[in-house]
């Protein structure tokens, strides 16, 4: 009897282990477990995606704010050798003074090729040794310029920054961004020699005295002067026609810049006596400076100037595939204020 149930329990225990061996998924099963598995992987490749792009992102941010900080150091230290900045009042009269192929003004609009200028200022640039001879020859001009060359030994270059936008006309356009910022240097002498840059230069100096007279130098200026150029400085600039609360207020935003420092609270006050360039410029503009009057009111001196500086950059452009994680991507912003070591003319 013992023997017909061990016969019986080791039936069905090898039955049902060659049911369980027989066994397996349902199609339903794989399905359902292909559809959870896919819903997992297919999370996790979107976050892999979602921080490839922000690190992009963020790369593309970096290197626009790098390149502004470039510019912005560029300029300031530009400037630091000016001995006379205009106000935006002087630009149309400078640029008509120039020829710059690369200078057609416009409004600003994207994709327009149009050139905003933003602000210009003489600077001296010193005269290699090795280009003033021991003796003056030549005519009674030449001579003269030698002279005047040789007891200097600088001379006066224009200096003139604009923004170029993006042409969509032009073929091979060859940058990226909706903007551009260059420079223009017009020089006194063609280089290595004291040979004027074009016939029709005119120097910033009365010729009866001596005497600097940059605020009138565009009146005196007959013909427009070649032999000046024009360079990139940096890419992805913000535009400078931008939809803004309106133009930007010189005196009252260094005041509240400086107001906390000089407990001077009257934007009236001379301190304050800023002016916006261009004079257009809005809070959402790619470049723009606050440039203090050269001559306070009322005075026959020439103030020691100094500048506000205000540079924008555009990462829409630089990563225009990825989108902006916030306004702040949009348009970093940098600022800065340069004083003129100039000394020519001034006081104060």
């Known amino acids: 009897m013992a023997d017909y149930r061990s016969k019986t329990w080791l039936y069905r225990w090898l039955l049902q282990r060659r049911q369980h061996k027989a066994s397996g998924f349902t199609l339903t099963e794989v399905l359902i477990s292909i559809a959870i598995a896919g819903v997992i992987v297919s999370g996790l490749l979107f976050l892999v995606v979602e921080l490839l792009q922000i690190d992009r992102r963020e790369i593309a941010l970096e290197r626009v704010q790098r390149d502004m900080q470039r510019a912005m150091d560029y300029i300031a230290d530009d400037l630091k050798e000016a001995v006379y900045v205009y106000d935006s009042s002087s630009l149309p009269d400078i640029v008509n003074d120039i020829v710059d192929a690369d200078l057609s003004v416009g409004p600003g609009v994207a994709g327009s090729g149009d050139a905003v200028p933003l602000l210009a200022f003489w600077r001296t640039v010193p005269i290699d040794d090795t280009v003033l001879p021991d003796t003056c020859t030549g005519s009674n001009e030449e001579i003269e310029i030698c002279r005047v060359a040789k007891t200097r030994r600088a001379s006066y270059s224009l200096i003139v920054y604009y923004q170029k936008h993006r042409d969509d006309g032009a073929a091979n356009y060859p940058w990226q961004g909706e903007s551009v910022l260059r420079r223009y240097e017009l020089p006194q002498y063609a280089p290595g020699t004291l040979n004027r840059v074009d016939r029709n230069h005119v120097e910033p100096i009365d010729e009866n005295n001596g005497e600097t007279i940059f605020e009138e130098w565009t009146d005196i200026v007959t013909t427009a002067i070649a ?18 609360a309106g133009a930007i207020d010189c005196r009252t935003l260094i005041s509240n810049f400086n107001s906390p420092l000089t407990g001077e609270t009257d934007i009236t006050a001379d301190e304050y006596n800023y002016v916006l360039t261009p004079t257009d410029a809005t809070e959402q503009t790619g470049f723009f400076a606050c440039v203090r009057a050269p001559e306070p009111a009322g005075e026959n001196f020439r103030a020691t100037q100094d500048v506000y500086l205000f540079l924008r950059g555009d990462t829409r452009s630089a990563s225009r595939f990825l989108g902006p994680a916030s306004d702040n991507s949009i348009r970093p912003a940098l600022q800065t204020q340069v004083k003129l070591r100039g000394v020519i003319d001034k006081d104060g």
């Open 227 to 244: 032999g000046g150029e024009s360079a990139v400085l940096v890419d992805f600039v913000e535009e400078a026609n931008i939809d803004g």
